[in-house]
């Protein structure tokens, strides 16, 4: 079953730690519970998401790497 995608950040080819930067800017603009897919190139960004939902609440519900990218998928953490 596919997960519904609220939002889309394209981070590839940025490095560490722009990614999460962005990511932190994007699912500011969510609402609680939303999906945001992130798509990276930067293999330090798998250890960067982990520690990042980790940290602020949000549910890292997908980490695959296909060819040379990996996809996160967050579900934003309800305030």
Known sequence: SAIAVDAELDAAGLRCPLPILKTRRAL????????????TTDPDSVRDFESFSQQLGHELLEARQEA????????????
């Open 28 to 39: 500011a603009g969510l609402q609680g519970g939303q999906v945001l897919r992130v798509i």
């Open 68 to 79: 040379d990218r990996f996809h996160f998928l967050l579900r934003k953490r309800a305030d």
